[in-house]
């Protein structure tokens, strides 16, 4: 039986227990001053950590009426995510996109050049404005909330008390009834590897290359190595991507990734799986790299002009003075946090990539707005298993839930279906037909396990199947859904009818 019904019933409670207290919060809070604050006043709350986990934390708090301080050491907000990482790389990963399509899709579609270059230095400011642009926007989202912005360094010198070394060369102390860390996370290298941003780089160094390499080594292949490779690819490096593991991106599905690993080679990219970096040589003019296999035998020796190192990410708690007040941290670096994020001093909490959980900018997002709802009184959620992944490269690739590796692993009697792009009438028309969407559905009640989706936008397409999978819907609900014709979507509706019956285009 199909369970959009189920899904009303679950929202239609949800709304009903408004009244009954499941969303209410004191009404006292409305007597909270929302002036600035200056830095000897005692906050309702402060947020150490202007990243996205941070300042929405912060902007919510003074929406709930709380008097709130955010402290970010950048000198502007939006933390790694807006600056080094999340939207500087698809600012790039966008022109790089337009430049190939130029060079290699335009005639196809009947719209020819003479000839056709990259612009370096244009590209750099056209993703420069739009950082800037939108690091001012928060700024004014501060001001238009009332939210006090300290531009400085913080340390706990009490579990209410931060000092903060300011841009400006000074110190204040900022007090606060409930601290938020929001530090996010930093780059995490290899043991005896310094990154210098030059030749050898961080997603960052990679993000402002004065020049296109010739040859570009990427080290790891996750989520930002692959994003990263592909930009510098697009624009004429040969990129040659160093993997550890047996297969790319890990956590991905593993016949999507088989695909997605085709799709990136006809790119020209690059792969050595299987692969271990012995030592790294910067004495030269380049950068030369011995290998050897993950398990041992002969070594190769690869060079390149830059090296990539895109190894993960570490949590940021150094300097913080977390043992002063004695937070607890794991062997990972990461603070433990209970159900509404508070850690194990009283009035100190935690969320976004200092945490445990996805590393991952909407992530902290959401851990931000459920721990300043908590401090309300409010009732708030954030499930883990239900926040989306994406790597922005051409095409994407999103996924939702668990992969059919992980469902298999568990016993659960499941089904898949699929739908190629191939098989789609839009993705026809426009000539970019290369990828797929599979659903895996528990047999027995056709509840949706997992999406995985490979296409152009499947960042966007992926939310669908993320609103579907958090009210419990079955592929069949998605399937007898009317989808608009011609869209990508329709890929999505005809993996449904694949999962629970039968698909009408293949």
Not at 132 to 145: A, D, P, Y
Not at 257 to 267: A, I, V, Y
Not at 423 to 436: H, Q
Request: glycine content about 10%; hydrophobic content about 40%; some cysteine.
């Amino acid at each position: 039986m199909a369970m959009a019904s189920i899904a009303r019933r679950k929202a239609t409670s949800l709304l009903s227990g408004q009244t009954s207290g499941v969303f209410r919060y004191s009404l006292s809070l409305s007597s909270f001053s929302r002036s600035f604050a200056s830095g000897s006043d005692e906050n309702d709350v402060v947020v150490i950590g202007g990243g996205p986990g941070g300042y929405v934390a912060a902007i919510k708090a003074a929406q709930l009426g709380f008097k709130t301080t955010c402290i970010e050491k950048r000198g502007t907000l939006g933390g790694t995510c807006l600056n080094v990482g999340c939207i500087p790389s698809k600012a790039l990963l966008h022109s790089s996109h337009m430049y190939h399509e130029a060079q290699h899709s335009f005639a196809n579609h009947g719209v020819k050049f003479a000839s056709v270059e990259v612009d370096l230095p244009a590209m750099m400011a056209q993703k420069d404005k739009s950082v800037s642009g939108l690091t001012k926007g928060i700024e004014g989202l501060f001001k238009k909330n009332k939210v006090n912005y300290v531009k400085g360094y913080g340390k706990f010198i009490s579990p209410s008390e931060i000092s903060v070394d300011t841009i400006e060369g000074g110190n204040t102390i900022v007090k606060g009834k409930h601290i938020i860390i929001a530090t996010g996370s930093d780059v995490k290298s290899l043991p005896g590897v310094t990154i210098d941003e030059k030749k050898i780089v961080s997603s960052t160094g990679a993000l402002s290359l004065p020049e296109i390499p010739k040859k570009l080594i990427v080290i790891g292949a996750g989520y930002i190595g692959l994003e990263m490779g592909s930009v510098w690819a697009r624009l004429g490096s040969e990129v040659t991507v160093v993997e550890y593991a047996p297969e790319i991106v890990p956590s991905m599905d593993g016949e999507v990734r088989k695909q997605f690993k085709r799709t990136l080679e006809k790119q020209k990219m690059k792969f050595k799986l299987t692969t271990k970096v012995v030592s790294i040589d910067t004495s030269s003019s380049g950068v030369k790299l011995t290998l050897e296999p993950a398990a041992g035998g002969e070594q190769s020796i690869l060079e390149a002009d830059v090296v990539l190192i895109s190894a993960g990410r570490t949590p940021f708690t150094a300097g913080l003075g977390l043992d002063k007040i004695g937070v607890e941290t794991d062997k990972m670096g990461r603070i433990p946090v209970n159900e509404r994020f508070a850690t194990n001093v009283p009035g100190v909490y935690a969320i976004g990539d200092v945490v445990p959980g996805p590393m991952l900018a909407h992530k902290a997002e959401e851990d931000g707005v459920a721990c300043v709802e908590f401090l309300a009184g409010k009732e708030a959620h954030v499930d883990y298993d239900l926040v989306p992944g994406v790597v922005y490269t051409h095409p994407e690739v999103a996924s939702i839930g668990k992969t059919e590796e992980q469902v298999k692993a568990t016993g659960v009697k499941y089904v898949v279906g699929k739908f190629p792009l191939m098989a789609n009438s839009r993705a026809k028309a426009i000539d970019d037909a290369d990828g797929l969407v599979k659903i895996i559905a528990e047999k027995e009640t056709d509840k949706i396990l997992g999406v995985h989706i490979m296409a152009p936008n499947a960042g966007e397409l992926i939310h669908e199947a993320v609103l579907a999978m958090q009210y419990g819907a079955s592929s069949e609900d998605i399937a007898r859904t009317c989808h608009a014709h011609p869209t990508m979507s329709e890929a999505l509706k005809e993996a449904a009818m694949a999962t629970y019956d039968k698909p009408i285009h293949m």
